[in-house]
């Protein structure tokens, strides 16, 4: 066999070679071409499955042509403005940035039992009552069973229109034969499934495809379309992480079980600002809406007690006042000491306690520390470093913070009291619930109504609380 015959051969055998197979992780859509117990991404255990291969273009496969043209508009070419739809929940509208965009493709996670079906057969029936039309899909449950629901929260008379189906195609061709509605829930995304996609309903194609579908209609119709996620044990939202990508608002329904409050937050918004929070408190007759979350958070402080100190907090544009508690036990023994965190960034609390101790002289290593933001709130904003020193510096000498005072700024590892963002609107809302004395960044902006102290090193913090009684 001659060279040119043998290259023939060769490049023959590559075009006809068998695609290799590849396998899908069901939980965090990572790729192996090798099946594996264990998935080397997530670690998760049998959640690796055999993907169909993809199919292998030639050049003659060419997109250049052969398409229909695409009709391209200016910029600033004259339209009607999109009209938000409010839903009637004051709080839900909040996160949303001012209620539902027409065409819109929000995504809803919460960890199972948090009241993501309640919340929104409870917006579906503002929008109903008030004269859009309304579709509520439930995949998970039985047409009874959400009913018993709204039984339950007294929306049995809400023009809901119900339907308990799984299959997208059965679902888009019932929605093409009726008017477009103005709002529709899918709950959830990972029990739809596609007959044109092999797998079963939850995995990584199908969620994928079925999402796509139903995206597609939500936008060419101008309709607002909410799909329900489930969540992994991290918190993440399950299936691809392109489903977060795809659709326009990503929203979290958090919030302990042990608390009844819950905190509806925003995580992507093309439509408004991101991390703008709606706060609801589970009641017996469902969802209640909280106009002044700072009330619910700071409930049941009678008396200054060492330890405790209040931090306004910012959720978007909102500043929502909330405590923080330290307690610090000595130990006798040589024993290690623990560092227990509940709402805070546990790496976080241990720089702080490194700053205190080598630049204000204070001794953490032979104690145990203890450190709570009461009422289940999770604390995210760097600004709240001067609350947790001034916690922890209290708890250490046993002398309560002046009353009615709050402690805000970001701390640096030079000991620096930092500035932080909105400074002047954290103390308005901490003057308008009664608060007098404040403690911040040395430039921050004064409000009307608060004695404000401003300081640039933790060290005077630690005089401050020191010398207070």
Request: hydrophobic share 45%.
């Amino acid at each position: 066999m001659n060279a040119i015959a043998f290259l023939k051969c060769s490049a023959y055998q590559c075009a006809m070679a068998k695609p290799k197979k590849r396998y899908i992780c069901q939980a965090c859509g990572s790729v192996s071409h090798r099946w594996q117990g264990q998935c080397p991404d997530c670690a998760e255990w049998n959640t690796l499955s055999e993907d169909i291969p993809a199919t292998v273009f030639s050049q003659k496969h060419d997109l250049s042509s052969g398409g229909r043209k695409v009709t391209f508009e200016p910029l600033d070419m004259p339209g009607a403005p999109l009209q938000r739809q409010t839903t009637g929940l004051e709080e839900f509208d909040r996160a949303l940035g001012g209620g539902l965009v027409p065409g819109s493709a929000i995504l809803m996670g919460g960890d199972p039992g948090i009241g993501k079906s309640t919340l929104l057969l409870q917006a579906a029936a503002r929008v109903a009552k008030n004269g859009g039309e309304t579709v509520y899909v439930s995949g998970e449950e039985a047409a009874g069973q959400v009913r018993l629901r709204a039984s339950r929260l007294g929306l049995a008379d809400a023009p809901i229109k119900l339907a308990a189906a799984t299959s997208v195609r059965d679902i888009l061709t019932s929605l093409n034969a009726m008017e477009a509605p103005a709002f529709l829930v899918i709950d959830s995304i990972q029990t739809m499934h596609s007959d044109t996609i092999e797998g079963a309903p939850g995995t990584v194609s199908q969620v994928r495809g079925c999402a796509f579908e139903l995206i597609r209609y939500a936008k060419e119709n101008g309709v607002a379309m909410v799909l329900v996620g489930h969540v992994t044990k991290d918190g993440n939202i399950a299936g691809p992480r392109v489903l977060e990508h795809m659709v326009d608002v990503v929203m979290s329904f958090e919030g302990e079980r042990s608390h009844q409050y819950r905190i509806l937050r925003a995580l992507k918004n093309r439509f408004g600002a991101v991390d703008e929070i709606g706060v609801f408190a589970m009641a017996g007759a469902g969802l209640e809406e909280v106009k002044n979350p700072s009330m619910l958070f700071l409930s049941g402080r009678d008396e200054p007690l060492a330890g405790s100190a209040v931090f306004p907090a910012l959720e978007g544009t909102r500043p929502v006042l909330v405590e923080v508690q330290a307690l610090i036990v000595r130990l006798q023994s040589g024993a290690t000491p623990r560092r227990a965190v509940v709402g805070w960034d546990n790496g976080r609390l241990a720089m702080l306690l490194a700053v205190l101790e080598s630049r204000c002289g204070l001794n953490f290593s032979s104690a145990e520390v203890y450190l709570n933001v009461a009422g289940g709130y999770r604390l995210s904003d760097p600004a709240a470093d001067v609350a947790v020193a001034a916690a922890l510096v209290s708890a250490l000498a046993d002398k309560p913070l002046p009353p009615q005072s709050v402690w805000f700024g970001e701390i640096s590892l030079a000991g620096e009291v930092r500035p932080v963002a909105h400074a002047g609107l954290r103390m308005r809302e901490a003057a308008k619930l009664g608060f007098g004395f404040g403690v911040g960044p040395q430039d921050a902006d004064s409000s009307d109504g608060i004695n404000y102290h401003g300081i640039r090193q933790l060290g005077n913090l630690v005089d401050r609380v020191m010398a207070s009684h």
